[in-house]
């Protein structure tokens, strides 16, 4: 009996029903056991064993399903396990962040924020204000400059090359950057200090005066940098010190969401 039954002309308004059937097929295995047999995949979708081996065959070939040659259990494929991932960068790293850096401003007691990569460098996408009379606003949406700010100093230390090579070039020509990062060999080795300390920092930031920052980078399950969390103070009355009181929780927050986003830590 062939499945042209499942695929009518005329259905593409209304949606594809094969498609819905095997998306059934998925969420059966989504809910079952980590392998299952085919009678129990089939069971669950409610739907003849036959009927659902031929979608296991499609669906394997689509790399959404896999199955142990040994046990001829049925599992999901990489090409599932991919969407997963990338569905929880895109959709939990901003809540997971806003969280995050939340539970730290309760720790520390210090001004926190989320930045993302922009076009040309850090944005502020959510900031926290600490419970002290004197203290720092960030103002949402604010761009960062990547080479002079801590959180762009975050992502240009662990951006790919290609991505930040050509805008590092940019802004040594600008010719506006401090006196100890004047050519790309000064740049190079501020990044490397902040790739070996894991973290950076800037104080007395030149364009705004009396700042201090710490930033620190999240990655996501490919190992990539995703988020820079910050801790914002005002210069005489922050602890920087990388023995102190803030650094250590902000890179422990920093690893923490990166885990929750499914980093792994390298060996």
């Known amino acids: 009996m062939s499945d042209e039954s499942d695929s009518r002309p005329g259905e593409g308004k209304h949606g594809v029903q094969s498609l819905e059937i095997g998306m059934g097929i998925l969420r059966a295995m989504v809910n079952g056991q980590r392998a299952m047999m085919l009678k129990d995949i089939a069971a669950a979708a409610d739907m003849p064993p036959s009927k659902a081996h ?3 065959v499609s669906l ?3 790399g959404l399903v896999e199955q142990d040659p040994m046990t001829s259990r ?3 494929g990489p090409f599932a396990l991919n969407i997963g991932l990338v569905a929880i960068d895109r ?3 901003i809540r997971l962040g806003l969280a995050a850096i939340a539970q730290l401003r309760d720790q520390i007691n210090e001004t926190t924020a989320l930045a993302v990569w922009g076009e040309s460098g850090p944005i ?3 900031w926290e204000r600490p419970r002290r009379p004197i203290t720092v606003n ?3 949406g604010t761009a960062l400059d990547p080479l002079t700010s801590a959180s762009g100093r975050v992502f240009s230390a662990w951006l790919p090359k290609e991505t930040i090579g050509r805008l590092i070039d940019r802004r040594l020509k600008e010719g506006d950057l401090p006196p100890e990062l004047q050519t790309r060999a000064d740049v190079d ?4 200090k902040v790739r070996a300390d894991g973290y950076a920092a800037v104080s007395g930031y030149h364009r705004v005066p ?8 999240v990655f996501n399950f490919k190992n990539e940098i995703t988020i820079a969390m910050l801790v914002v103070g005002v210069k005489g009355m922050f602890d920087m010190a990388p023995d102190g009181p803030v650094v250590g929780p902000l890179k422990q927050a920093a690893t923490e969401l990166s885990v929750r986003l499914g980093y792994t830590p390298l060996s």
């Open 124 to 126: 502020i996408v959510r």
């Open 91 to 93: 959709l939990d790293r």
């Open 210 to 217: 009396g700042v201090e920052a710490l930033a620190a980078p």
């Open 189 to 192: 080795a501020m990044l490397a």
């Open 138 to 140: 960030v103002v949402t």
């Open 54 to 56: 031929r979608y296991l």
């Open 60 to 62: 394997i070939r689509a």
């Open 74 to 76: 049925y599992d999901l």
